[in-house]
C-alpha cells in the first residue's frame, strides 16, 4: 500500500519567513509533485520531480522552490512567504510509466 | 500548454439520482484522463481513468466517456448515494510523460438523502 506522508498538517507563519514542507513516500517512485488547492481554482502545479536532483517548473513556480536530494524525499520552499501562499498543499507521487498520483494528507498553511 | 476547464462547480442532486460533470482540454496530444475524488478533510484518489483509445469506461455506478474530437470527457454517476457527495477532479496529460497532470476546477457534488 503506497504511502505518502506530509511532515504537517497545519502550519502557521509570519510573513516574510522560510518555509519548508516536506514529502516523503515509501514506494520508491520516480516521479514527485508539489500542488496547491484553493477553493475554485483546483489543483495547480508548483513544481515536479522525474528523479533525485532533477526538478522542473509547473504553472505557478514563482515564490516557491524545491530540492530533491533523496528519492524519497521531495521539499517545497517558500523563500519568503507572504500572505497569498496561504493555501492547501498537496504532495504527490507515482512511478515512471504509472498512471495513478498517490497523494499526501495536505498541510494547510496559513502566513499572517 | 494544456489547460482543462471544469463544469459545473457545484452540483447537487437527490439520491438516487444521476450526476453528470463535464470536462474539455486543450491539447489533443493529451491521451490520459484521470477522475479523483476529494472527500472533506481527505487526500484525492483516483476513482477512474479512460485511455485515449477508448470512448467509454464503466466500473460499477461510474461511468467516463471520451469524446477525442470536440475534447470533452465526462464522469457519470447513477444511482448516487450520500457517499457520492465530494470534490470530484478531472484531469488530463500524456500518457507516460512522466505523470504531471493538469486538473480541472474541481465539481463539488452534493447527494441529498
Known amino acids: 500500500d503506497v504511502k505518502v506522508t506530509q511532515s504537517s498538517r497545519y502550519l502557521v507563519k509570519r510573513t516574510g519567513e522560510k518555509v519548508f514542507l516536506e514529502c516523503v513516500q515509501d514506494m520508491d517512485h520516480e516521479n514527485m509533485f508539489w500542488y496547491r488547492q484553493d477553493p475554485g481554482l483546483g489543483l495547480r502545479l508548483i513544481y515536479f520531480?522525474?528523479?533525485?536532483?532533477?526538478?522542473e517548473k509547473g504553472d505557478i513556480p514563482e515564490g516557491y522552490s524545491v530540492s530533491r536530494e533523496k528519492k524519497e524525499r521531495f521539499s517545497l520552499i517558500l523563500e519568503s512567504a507572504s500572505t497569498n501562499q496561504t493555501s492547501m498543499y498537496l504532495c504527490a507521487s507515482t512511478r515512471t510509466g504509472g498512471a495513478e498520483q498517490y497523494f499526501g494528507p495536505g498541510t494547510r498553511l496559513t502566513v499572517t | 500548454g494544456e489547460n482543462v476547464e471544469q463544469h459545473p462547480s457545484t452540483l447537487s442532486v437527490q439520491e438516487g439520482d444521476s450526476a453528470v460533470i463535464k470536462c474539455t482540454y486543450s491539447?489533443?496530444?493529451?491521451?490520459?484522463f484521470p477522475w479523483y475524488k476529494q472527500e472533506l478533510g481527505k487526500r484525492p484518489q483516483l476513482i477512474i481513468d479512460?485511455?485515449?483509445?477508448?470512448g467509454e469506461k464503466k466500473d460499477q455506478r461510474i461511468a467516463v466517456t471520451l469524446n477525442k474530437t470536440a475534447k470533452h470527457f465526462s464522469l457519470h454517476i447513477t444511482e448516487t448515494q450520500p457517499e457520492d457527495s465530494a470534490v470530484y477532479f478531472c484531469a488530463a496529460s500524456v500518457y507516460n510523460q512522466g505523470g504531471k497532470l493538469i486538473f480541472g476546477q474541481g465539481t463539488e457534488l452534493s447527494v441529498k438523502p
Open positions: 491539447d489533443s496530444a493529451s491521451n490520459y
Open positions: 479512460i485511455r485515449s483509445n477508448v
Open positions: 520531480s522525474y528523479d533525485v536532483k532533477m526538478k
